[in-house]
């Protein structure tokens, strides 16, 4: 158990719905990444927060959106879903360099 | 931004052999090599790193190599065992994380 939480594990929903997946980092870490893996792909890096502001950017879509919340949990916002975005959704924790994944949430959009 | 190359995309090894992941980055800035193991359906887990001030670690049958001057990093694990079967995945990092494409292990019995 890495100490990172994650909800759900899996969820299932409908194209142009709108989702939202929560990360808590382990205690005393700053720095939140969130990730997407789809089927047979590696980790596709998609945003990161640091105490409560956005630090970096990667290729996350317009659609999707973040935030960071002064008690450290972060949530991930899918909007309008399409199908290519069942994947497997990461979120991560570091505080002094060492990064520790969440076990995941599991998105299928049908 | 940083650029990390992983090879090969796909490894298989018998039992007993050892198995070698190279790693390339471009960002001289990156001072953070971690190596996480990912089985399927899985959390990617750290399984050993190395800091730009260290040219090895080992942690018994893995070892991490990194030449900073050429920019290479490398995973050694000897003596494999059916259980070394995942994905591994390298990361260079500075502020940021940026992860290699994986590598998909496969010891065969």
């Known amino acids: 158990d890495s100490g990172v939480t994650q909800t759900p594990k899996h969820l299932i929903t409908a194209t142009g719905q709108r989702v939202t997946l929560r990360c808590s980092p382990r205690?005393?870490?700053?720095?939140v990444y969130w990730y997407q893996q789809s089927l047979d792909q590696g980790l596709q890096f998609l945003i990161q927060y640091y105490n409560g502001e956005e630090r970096a950017k990667g290729n996350i879509l317009e659609r999707f959106s973040a935030q960071q919340f002064p008690d450290l949990h972060s949530e991930l916002n899918l909007s309008s879903l399409e199908l290519g975005d069942s994947a497997l959704y990461f979120c991560?924790?570091?505080?002094?360099?060492?990064?520790?994944f969440g076990p995941g949430t599991r998105l299928t959009v049908l | 931004g940083e650029n990390v190359e992983q090879h090969p995309s796909t490894l298989s090894v018998q039992e007993g052999d050892s198995a070698v992941i190279k790693c390339t980055y471009s960002d001289s800035a990156s001072n953070y090599f971690p190596w996480y193991k990912q089985e399927l359906g899985k959390r990617p887990q750290l399984i050993i790193d190395?800091?730009?001030?260290?040219g090895e670690k080992k942690d018994q049958r893995i070892a991490v190599t990194l030449n900073k001057t050429a920019k290479h990093f490398s995973l050694h694990i000897t003596e494999t065992q059916p259980e070394d079967s995942a994905v591994y995945f390298c990361a260079a990092a500075d502020n940021q994380f940026y992860f290699g494409t994986g590598t998909s292990l496969t010891v065969i019995p």
């Open positions: 205690s005393g870490d700053l720095s």
């Open positions: 190395i800091r730009s001030n260290v």
């Open positions: 991560a924790s570091s505080d002094r360099g060492e990064q520790f």
